[in-house]
């Protein structure tokens, strides 16, 4: 009996550890392109979406012309994301936006659980900045970026944007998600809904 128990756990012990090695995650695509179908009648069924049948699929549905508008920035916060949506994006992967910023304007301090994010400057003049977690010190990583200048923010890390200039700044980001995800930090503490007890946010 007691052979049998030492045989039990010795083959418990071997499938943990062989299961350890295992991966099951396939985070490609399992076709050339799933063009997202507005509607699912002249639609397919692929990885878990519904596609434009690929036959009638054509160039426009890669194409965009969204990164040259201006976003209003005529808030409180003096900036506008505009994500650009390609329906040939769907299941890529990847996603783009145009931040543009008044003087002074902001993108608060704010993560993407999904996906990391790199940041182009075309116009203007911003100050960016990461904030690494509690093992690396809580570090802060930051930048005055200028035109041309690119930026990289890991995923799930606290990150912001700001223009420091005096004219309007404008910016491209690309995000590794195709839902990358926003939480903005001091909307999610200050404005959670049912709001926070003040008592924990004081001990904080």
């Known amino acids: 009996m007691e052979v049998l ?12 550890l062989a299961s350890s090695f295992v991966s099951c995650y396939d985070p490609s695509p399992l076709q050339d392109f799933c063009v997202a179908a507005n509607n699912n009648t002249n639609g397919v069924f692929v990885n878990g979406k519904f596609c434009k049948d690929p036959k009638l ?3 426009n549905d890669f194409f965009t012309f969204g990164l040259k508008i201006p976003g209003n920035t005529s808030n409180r916060l003096g900036s506008m994301t505009t994500t650009i949506g ?3 994006l769907n299941t890529l992967g990847v996603t783009i936006a145009r931040i543009d910023f008044s003087p002074g304007g902001q993108v608060p301090p704010h993560i993407h659980p999904r996906a990391t994010e790199i940041l182009l400057v075309l116009e203007g003049r911003l100050l960016v900045g990461f904030v690494s977690s509690n093992i690396y010190n809580n570090t802060l990583f930051s930048k005055i970026l200028n035109p041309g ?36 930090i001091g909307d999610a503490i200050f404005r959670s809904n049912p709001f926070m007890d003040p008592m924990i946010l004081a001990k904080a």
Do not use: E, R, Y
């Not at 128990?5 to 943990?16: K, N, P, T």
């Not at 944007?161 to 700044?169: I, P, R, S």
């Open 5 to 16: 128990l030492h045989l039990l756990v010795a083959q418990v012990i071997l499938l943990a």
């Open 57 to 59: 699929v054509t160039a």
């Open 86 to 88: 390609i329906p040939g």
């Open 149 to 184: 200048d690119v930026f990289l923010f890991p995923v799930g890390l606290i990150q912001f944007h700001v223009n420091v200039g005096k004219t309007n700044a404008v910016a491209i980001a690309a995000a590794g998600s195709q839902n990358p995800g926003l939480i903005t």
